[in-house]
């Protein structure tokens, strides 16, 4: 088997992230002012902001929210540990229903690209998939897109869901501590891409050196 992906398998991840990124582009600002009008009616009510912060995020997948800025506000209304528990689970909803989906979608998948893209895409995965996995929660659109292929290529649920688990707990506490530490969302949206991608490259060099050993 070889190490690189076929390219037809390669188009159909980047249509998926394609679409990700269109439906952002067009839903995002609505998406995220209707987000700010549900938590100001909450009225500070705690549970309600909760409930709404969870269902936005863990509807991330499907729809273009802004998940980096709703994670913060996790921390910003509901400060560091209830803000934790809200983003991580929220966000590990999100991406099991992902990787349902692409489980779901796997057949139809390998008909567009074929039986032997498909087994190429799936040794791939088994070598290097987990670890670009979690490289790639922190990532915008890649995220979403990384979870569905996980499913797509059939990855072991067990492996996906500890990659994801790890990269989700990571990725919210570090969004959560930045919400936590602003007083106010406007001007933190840099800050927040910034430390995520510091994570992301983290990951990725903690993924080469253990290959290297």
């Excluded at 869901?161 to 406007?186: C, H, K, T």
């Amino acid at each position: 088997m070889k190490n690189s992906i076929p390219w037809r398998t390669i188009a159909l991840f980047l249509a998926v992230s394609f679409i990700v990124l269109i439906s952002f582009a067009v839903w995002g600002d609505a998406i995220d002012a209707w987000t700010k009008a549900a938590v100001e009616k909450t009225g500070g009510n705690r549970l309600l902001v909760a409930a709404v912060l969870f269902l936005v995020l863990a509807s991330d997948i499907f729809l273009p929210v802004p998940s980096s800025l709703a994670s913060a506000s996790c921390g910003l209304f509901l400060g560091p540990w209830v803000g934790f528990a809200v983003s991580f689970a929220a966000m590990s909803a999100s991406a099991a229903m992902g990787y349902a989906f692409g489980r779901f979608a796997s057949a139809r998948a390998e008909r567009l690209v074929g039986a032997s893209d498909m087994a190429a895409l799936r040794d791939f995965q088994r070598r290097f998939g987990p670890w670009l996995l979690l490289a790639m929660r922190p990532v915008p659109i890649l995220a979403e897109a990384s979870a569905v292929f996980a499913g797509i290529g059939r990855m072991p649920a067990g492996a996906a869901a500890l990659q994801l688990a790890l990269g989700n707990a990571v990725v919210s506490m570090l969004y959560v501590f930045v919400g936590d530490q602003l007083s106010e969302m406007e001007g933190a949206t840099w800050w927040v891409f910034l430390a995520a991608m510091a994570v992301a490259a983290i990951f990725v060099a903690i993924r080469s050196a253990l290959s290297r050993r």
